[in-house]
């Protein structure tokens, strides 16, 4: 049995035959302070003490100021200026790690397929394919994402980018990145947004967009964008705290993956939406969450689906559609949804608003981010905090290595 759910313009297909919890299932153990059974959270997140206590900083307000970041960021970005000859460029590459990095899997999903110029997204110490000694030179344009400007990895691509004598750009807040690009004559765009890095995603997303639509290898109009935020501003009037958990799809999604293990599958222009999905879970959720491209799954993934009943009975799946989609890959989320159903796998399929990829993106963005940040609550910890990241890299600096 299946019954359609419309969130504003999203309509959210949901599984009735699949997993069901009692009052009596133990859902928590994960190391945190939070609620071990799903009776003892049953009205944390409509209790207003709940988010003064874990949210100290208002994480919340600027999860709900995502959309205004966006038209901030895109007024912003058009007083920007930019070397003509970069619309030749023959391959973009964006650079940067975590938070900063997702931006341009985001934009790299807003090209048309029509497009001559592809988006490299590179996470490393190095970018692999750029040398000083190309002969022809190689026309790519290399873009260096920091929000803080001092992420390690980011930096030596920075300065391995620099030797090459490749065109770049940076899109930072500041720090050591932007004070070498500024030393170097390279093209900045600033990142005026506050709070973590995730949460200037909006910001970072609309700064590489207007470049990217600049240079010739996107098309986003200024029409584009008011639809892209107002659509936007819906989802967070439908998610935001002040809205039950009775009528809030996202409170009561985070309820039912409170404790397991989420899969976020996404293909199409919500590609890398599944990667910002499953990143924003483990990150203010600090739940366990692992995202897989549509179609590539099938030729891997599926083969898990049968085995583990264990875990098949604490996994959710959750299946991001874009809007408009060929019949190849609108066969292959029908296929994945009847296999998680046989396999006896918790699934919801999301699917984008009408319009243009920017529409379907942002408000994607406000769902994903408000469900893991009812995540983080219900496992009775500050969203906001990183206490593992900081960890690790404390490890790494003393180390001598970093």
Not at 154 to 163: D, G, K, L, P, R
Not at 272 to 296: C, D, H, I, T, Y
């Amino acid at each position: 049995m299946r019954q359609a759910v419309y969130c504003g313009r999203f309509r959210v297909e949901i599984k009735l035959k699949a997993l069901k919890l009692d009052n009596e299932t133990q859902i928590g153990g994960w190391g945190f302070s939070g609620y071990t059974h799903i009776e003892d959270a049953m009205d944390v997140l409509d209790e207003p003490t709940t988010f003064e206590t874990l949210d100290p900083s208002g994480l919340h307000l600027r999860l709900q100021g995502l959309p205004a970041q966006c038209d901030s960021a895109w007024r912003a970005a058009k007083q920007a200026e930019f070397p003509v000859e970069w619309r030749q460029c023959t391959e973009v590459v964006v650079t940067g790690m975590g938070g900063s990095a997702i931006a341009g899997n985001l934009a790299a999903d807003l090209v048309d397929r029509r497009s001559k110029t592809p988006i490299r997204v590179v996470r490393d110490f190095n970018i692999p394919g750029i040398s000083a000694a190309q002969t022809p030179p190689s026309g790519q344009l290399i873009i260096v994402c920091s929000f803080s400007g001092e992420t390690e990895e980011t930096i030596s691509m920075f300065n391995q980018a620099q030797e090459t004598g490749i065109a770049m750009a940076a899109i930072t807040g500041g720090g050591t990145l932007g004070r070498r690009a500024a030393a170097a004559g390279i093209p900045a765009m600033t990142v005026d947004s506050p709070g973590e890095p995730r949460s200037a995603v909006g910001y970072n997303l609309m700064l590489l967009a207007a470049l990217l639509d600049r240079i010739g290898v996107i098309s986003v109009s200024d029409q584009d964008v008011a639809e892209a935020v107002e659509a936007a501003a819906t989802m967070v009037s439908q998610v935001g705290i002040d809205v039950p958990e009775d009528k809030n799809p996202a409170k009561s999604l985070a309820r039912q993956l409170f404790g397991g293990l989420t899969l976020v599958y996404g293909g199409g222009v919500l590609s890398g939406m599944a990667l910002r999905w499953k990143s924003q879970f483990n990150e203010n959720g600090k739940s366990w969450a692992f995202a897989e491209l549509v179609p590539e799954l099938f030729h891997n993934s599926v083969e898990s689906f049968p085995g583990g009943p264990e875990i098949r009975q604490r996994t959710t799946a959750l299946l991001l559609k874009p809007n408009h989609i060929g019949p190849e890959l609108a066969l292959r989320y029908s296929v994945l949804s009847d296999m998680l159903d046989q396999s006896g796998i918790a699934n919801r399929t999301f699917t984008g608003v009408q319009g243009r990829p920017l529409t379907q993106s942002l408000p994607m963005i406000v769902l994903g981010d408000y469900i893991s940040y009812y995540l983080g609550l219900l496992n009775g910890v500050n969203p906001s905090e990183t206490p593992s990241i900081n960890l690790a890299k404390g490890r790494m600096s003393a180390s001598g290595l970093a």
